[in-house]
């Protein structure tokens, strides 16, 4: 009999009782599904897990503090012998059978007349896979499915939008992987993805051979008129039906521009949507080791952009000021520019000796990491060979992440003022 495949079906237990036979780690583990299904749980064991416990004073189940009995069977929909006894769990599965109820056995497969299929949810779909008692084998197959279906990979059971519109999705710092789920889900589902440079370009060789991609960089050039063309371009693709991807690297609204794209959505009556992604100013250091802030080191970080030099006359930026923290400065778009910067912090109180790490190519294959301190960042960018998108880490934290400062490429005197 066990070896022919187990029939799959699609219990409805809302509202029914359920019997748990056993207060461990197993039924600790078998009960949230059943409570999700909306079951009548009832837990029947000398003792349970704190988990359970917590569960029984929220009023989510019912436990009976006592050994098993045959007659805990009746009136049950489905039973569950999740004990650590032989003995008892045969009990229990004899019980059951009398009563020509399913059972589940957590011993013993090959003896129960239920299997507890590798369960997933996805956007209305329960999934079930159901193998010869492989649960390893199984539960692979679950979470590959469900992560198809999460990333857009798998399409069959994905319902796309019905209105088009804009999504604006931060692809993260630039590894494939980091970006999110909701965002790859995105890419998947849109007909026209409008593309930066620095968004992760891999991710746009796994989209359907339908999918339209417009390269930012091929717009017409200077930074107003980009701007001015890509919101007019993604407002004239919404407007003709089309589902539209604004793809960006690291956050749309950490120095993307993003929200002016919004602007203009809203300006043109064009649904618009935002996927955040990770922060390249955080993520960077981060996927470097370097922590932004630490306890009785840094208790405060400023994301600054550094792509006007101090001084210029639309700069926003106050360097003065920012001389004066001490807490952790992440510069952005800044190493052109990373010169005059430094010695406007020196000039405002920052001392020379603050270490600092160059982020290059952040979470990139070809990522480094250059140490080096306020007062020797000028000649440590041209002897390094540094080159964008890279980012700056000023402050405290870097001497955290690397006492030897001589370990990422700087002069070993490099935190000495």
Same mark, same amino acid.
């Given at each position: 009999?066990?070896?022919?495949?187990?029939?799959?079906?699609?219990?409805?237990?809302?509202? %029914? !009782?359920?019997? +748990?036979? $056993?207060?461990?780690? =197993?039924?600790?583990?078998?009960?949230?599904?059943? /409570?999700?299904?909306? &079951?009548?749980?009832?837990?029947v064991?000398?003792?349970?897990?704190?988990?359970?416990?917590?569960?029984?004073?929220?009023?989510?189940?019912?436990?009976?503090?006592?050994?098993?009995?045959?007659?805990?069977?009746?009136?049950?929909?489905?039973?569950?012998?999740?004990?650590?006894?032989?003995?008892?769990?045969?009990?229990v599965?004899?019980?059951?059978?009398?009563?020509?109820?399913?059972c589940?056995?957590?011993?013993?497969?090959?003896?129960?007349?239920?299997?507890?299929?590798?369960?997933?949810?996805?956007?209305?779909?329960?999934?079930?896979?159901?193998?010869r008692?492989?649960?390893?084998?199984?539960?692979?197959?679950?979470?590959?499915?469900?992560?198809?279906?999460?990333?857009?990979?798998?399409?069959?059971?994905? %319902? !796309?939008?019905? +209105?088009? $519109?804009?999504?604006? =999705?931060?692809?993260?710092?630039?590894?494939?992987? /980091?970006i999110?789920? &909701?965002?790859?889900?995105?890419?998947?589902?849109?007909?026209?993805?409008?593309?930066?440079r620095?968004?992760?370009?891999?991710?746009?060789?796994?989209?359907?051979?339908?999918?339209?991609?417009?390269?930012?960089?091929?717009?017409?050039?200077?930074?107003?008129?980009?701007?001015?063309?890509?919101?007019?371009?993604?407002?004239?693709?919404?407007?003709?039906?089309?589902?539209?991807?604004?793809?960006?690297g690291?956050?749309?609204?950490?120095?993307?521009?993003?929200?002016?794209?919004?602007?203009?959505?809203?300006?043109?009556?064009?649904?618009?949507?935002?996927?955040?992604?990770?922060?390249?100013?955080?993520?960077?250091?981060?996927?470097?080791?370097?922590?932004?802030?630490?306890?009785?080191?840094?208790?405060?970080?400023?994301?600054?952009?550094?792509?006007?030099?101090?001084?210029?006359?639309?700069?926003?930026?106050?360097?003065?000021?920012?001389?004066?923290?001490?807490?952790?400065?992440?510069?952005?778009?800044?190493?052109?520019?990373?010169?005059?910067?430094?010695?406007?912090?020196?000039?405002?109180?920052?001392?020379?000796?603050?270490?600092?790490?160059?982020?290059?190519?952040?979470?990139?294959?070809?990522?480094?990491?250059?140490?080096?301190?306020?007062?020797?960042?000028?000649?440590?960018?041209?002897?390094?060979?540094?080159?964008?998108?890279?980012?700056?880490?000023?402050?405290?934290?870097v001497?955290?992440?690397?006492?030897?400062?001589?370990?990422?490429?700087?002069?070993?005197?490099?935190?000495?003022?």
């Open positions: 009999m066990h070896d022919h495949p187990p029939y799959p079906s699609g219990l409805r237990l809302a509202g %029914r !009782r359920v019997l +748990v036979v $056993g207060g461990g780690q =197993v039924a600790q583990r078998r009960i949230p599904g059943l /409570l999700a299904a909306g &079951a009548d749980v009832v837990v064991s000398p003792e349970v897990t704190p988990a359970i416990e917590g569960q029984v004073l929220a009023g989510e189940l019912t436990w009976v503090a006592r050994g098993f009995r045959d007659e805990d069977v009746e009136d049950s929909w489905y039973v569950i012998a999740a004990t650590n006894d032989l003995t008892v769990n045969e009990q599965s004899a019980a059951a059978e009398s009563a020509r109820v399913f589940v056995r957590s011993d013993d497969g090959t003896a129960a007349t239920a299997w507890t299929p590798a369960v997933g949810r996805y956007d209305g779909l329960t999934l079930a896979v159901l193998g008692r492989e649960p390893r084998r199984t539960a692979a197959v679950r979470d590959a499915i469900v992560t198809g279906l999460h990333e857009g990979t798998i399409g069959a059971g994905v %319902r !796309r939008p019905s +209105v088009p $519109g804009v999504t604006l =999705v931060g692809g993260g710092p630039g590894d494939p992987e /980091l999110s789920v &909701a965002g790859r889900r995105a890419l998947m589902e849109a007909d026209v993805v409008v593309a930066d620095l968004a992760p370009r891999e991710l746009l060789g796994d989209l359907p051979a339908t999918t339209e991609i417009v390269d930012v960089a091929k717009l017409p050039h200077g930074r107003s008129a980009r701007q001015e063309e890509i919101n007019r371009l993604i407002v004239e693709r919404a407007r003709a039906g089309q589902r539209v991807v604004r793809f960006k690291g956050d749309s609204f950490v120095f993307g521009r993003g929200f002016e794209e919004i602007l203009a959505c809203r300006k043109a009556g064009i649904a618009v949507h935002v996927v955040p992604g990770l922060s390249s100013p955080l993520a960077v250091p981060a996927v470097a080791g370097i922590p932004v802030t630490h306890r009785h080191v840094a208790h405060e970080f400023t994301v600054v952009s550094g792509h006007l030099p101090p001084g210029h006359p639309e700069s926003l930026v106050d360097w003065e000021a920012l001389g004066r923290l001490r807490g952790t400065l992440l510069l952005m778009m800044a190493v052109e520019n990373a010169p005059a910067i430094a010695e406007a912090l020196i000039a405002a109180g920052r001392e020379k000796g603050s270490p600092v790490a160059v982020v290059c190519d952040g979470s990139m294959p070809g990522e480094r990491t250059v140490l080096t301190s306020l007062g020797s960042l000028a000649d440590d960018l041209d002897r390094h060979v540094v080159r964008p998108p890279a980012i700056i880490v000023v402050g405290d934290v001497a955290v992440a690397h006492p030897d400062p001589s370990s990422g490429g700087a002069d070993s005197a490099a935190w000495q003022s």
